[in-house]
């Protein structure tokens, strides 16, 4: 049997993606809170697909706190990419508003798998909410803004 190896060389390309669905905020251990987004939406490269996340924070409704999550976006007959993602999450009347801005940070690409199998990435990942108030739960749009890097070669086994 031989086996030839290419080179692991990835191939960079604009990522961006818009997801609307339903943000909801199950309960949470002792001072946490976690919310669940399950959307649907389209992105580069995926096409129409499918967003899960859940993330989690400590709980401070007098201003805004951290939060981090993980989270997968679907595409049927292509194949997924699994993320993880932090932001900062804002409850309202946090700095005298009473509708909070859309909710920012960032998301880094993990893994993949059909099409997309040793994909990695980063870019921007901003949560907005239109519940009158920009804040969890309730009806949400999610975006991602970055890079998306794919395998240009796979390793080929050849007997």
């Known amino acids: 049997m031989v086996v030839h190896a290419a080179h692991a060389a990835a191939a960079g390309v604009t990522f ?76 309202p009347g946090a700095f005298g508003r009473q509708r909070q801005p859309p909710q920012r ?15 990695r990435g980063t870019g921007t990942y901003v949560e907005a909410f239109q519940n009158g108030q920009n804040a969890p739960p309730g009806p949400v749009t999610i975006r991602f803004r970055g890079t998306l890097l794919l395998p240009s070669a796979r390793t080929k086994r050849q007997e």
């Open 16 to 91: 961006r993606g818009t997801y609307q669905g339903t943000s909801s905020l199950p309960a949470g251990g002792a001072g946490q809170m976690t919310e669940t987004i399950v959307a649907t939406g389209k992105a580069s490269a995926l096409g129409i697909s499918r967003l899960r996340s859940s993330a989690t924070g400590p709980i401070n409704p007098a201003g805004c706190f951290p939060m981090s999550g993980r989270g997968r976006l679907a595409s049927q007959g292509k194949g997924a990419l699994a993320y993880r993602f932090q932001l900062s999450l804002c409850f």
């Open 105 to 119: 940070g960032s998301f880094t690409i993990t893994s993949g798998t059909g099409d997309f199998k040793g994909a």
